[in-house]
T-cell receptor
């Protein structure tokens, strides 16, 4: 079965500092990987996705993520955080074949200090 | 107009009542999903539907039922609501034709409180 672990429940960074949110997945083959963001009171918005090819993927709002097969990781990064990035971030894994839905991690809440 | 809509957006109901949450989409996607979100637990899958005649249980389907009335509509019912079903419920869609990407698009959510 596929699973996702986001080891950091809550992270606080200063505005302008760099950010890395961790995501580890468990899946038997090459997965589809996603990062979603949920702003307070909002639904989920896709930040970026990995299906195949270049392991460094660029997303919206200046985010990027790197797929590392050897580490079963798909960490999200941003070089300089803005106050508007304060939100909850979810990593998700999906099968590249078959009839499975996405499996989401438990989320990481990001707080940005001025 | 939003591509994925959910009604109602907020609902307070009493224990034992039957309640239906509705989801509609204009994206033309084949797959639809219902999730619930609880603090610290992320999103957990309740039911998903690959097309009108193909409905599947997710990891937490007990106490819930669904109906896929049309490709664009997928409703979630709580036959007899209980307080631990208090949560934020999300509907999502995806299109597996073409790229088969499984990328999901989410509605704005329904906040349900069971007293």
């Amino acid at each position: 079965a596929q699973s996702v672990t986001q080891p950091d429940i809550h992270i606080t960074v200063s505005e302008g500092a760099s950010l890395e949110l961790r995501c580890n997945y468990s899946y038997g083959a090459t997965p589809y990987l996603f990062w979603y963001v949920q702003s307070p009171g909002q639904g989920l918005q896709l930040l970026l996705k990995y299906f195949s090819g270049d392991t460094l993927v660029q997303g919206i709002k200046g985010f990027e993520a790197e797929f590392k097969r050897s580490q079963s990781s798909f960490n999200l990064r941003k070089p300089s955080v803005h106050w508007s990035d304060a939100a909850e971030y979810f990593c998700a894994v999906g099968a590249n074949t078959g009839r499975r839905a996405l499996t989401f991690g438990s989320g990481t809440r990001l707080q940005v200090q001025p | 107009d939003a591509d994925v809509t959910q009604t109602p957006r907020n609902r307070i109901t009493k224990t034992g009542k039957r309640i239906m949450l509705e989801c509609s989409q204009t994206k033309g996607h084949d797959r639809m999903y219902w999730y619930r979100q609880d603090p610290g637990l992320g999103l957990r899958l309740i039911y998903y539907s690959f097309d009108v005649k193909d409905i599947n249980k997710g990891e937490i389907s007990d106490g819930y039922s669904v109906s896929r009335q049309a490709q664009a509509k997928f409703s979630l019912s709580l036959e007899s609501a209980i307080p631990n079903q208090t949560a934020l419920y999300f509907c999502a869609t995806s299109d597996t034709s073409g790229t088969g990407s499984h990328e999901q698009y989410f509605g704005p959510g329904t906040r349900l409180t069971v007293t």
